[in-house]
């Protein structure tokens, strides 16, 4: 159980192009879901948080036009990379929670992640 | 100051032997831990929950020092499949956001 898939594993892309990676809960509902960004040798860096229905928190320095977040549905969320340019090249990784037991702080299970090449 | 650091490594270790990684932590607050493993090219994957007492886990053992803000990674017996990055995870905010270190390189050989 508590699989996240993510679509598509990778992208190679043009620079300017707009790049849209999905991010689903197949076995359960995710109330929470999280995006991350990891560049090569470095560790993973929260980009935002969404939460179904509601607009999504955005960590300081990232731009929330340029990275557009939707979480319409307890099993999908988006992320669009806008206006893509090299330095977006990245690992852009989801992750869900389901929020069942009501704790604080749940489980999270990762999506495999998507590799972004913007050339 | 990064709010999670861990020696980048890598590790070479032969195969059989144990080894142990450190992590730091600068938010006191913080109040959940944990180890997560990546290969190459994958997603993290959590290893173990990390709790006050210590904790066991077959060949893995963890540690927490809340006064010193510590964590500690032991691996018994290493595996050629052990070779990974280990990533030393803090729940720093509450609620479920969590700050990566950017991880241990450990490479098994026979």
Known sequence: GAVVSQHPSWVICKSGTSVKIECRSLDFQATTMFWYRQFPKQSLMLMATSNEGSKATYEQGVEKDKFLINHASLTLSTLTVTSAHPEDSSFYICSATSGETGALQETQYFGPGTRLLVL | ?110
């Open chain 2, 1 to 110: 100051r990064k709010e999670v650091e861990q020696d980048p490594g890598p590790f070479n270790v032969p195969e059989g032997a144990t080894v142990a990684f450190n992590c730091t932590y600068s938010n006191s607050a913080s109040q959940s831990f944990f180890w997560y493993r990546q290969d190459c090219r994958k997603e993290p994957k959590l290893l173990m929950s990390v709790y006050s007492s210590g904790n066991e886990d077959g060949r893995f053992t963890a540690q927490l020092n809340r006064a010193s803000q510590y964590i500690s990674l032991l691996i018994r017996d290493s595996k050629l499949s052990d070779s990974a990055t280990y990533l030393c995870v803090v729940n720093t905010g509450g609620g479920n956001k969590l700050t990566f270190g950017t991880g241990t390189q450990l490479k098994v050989e026979l």
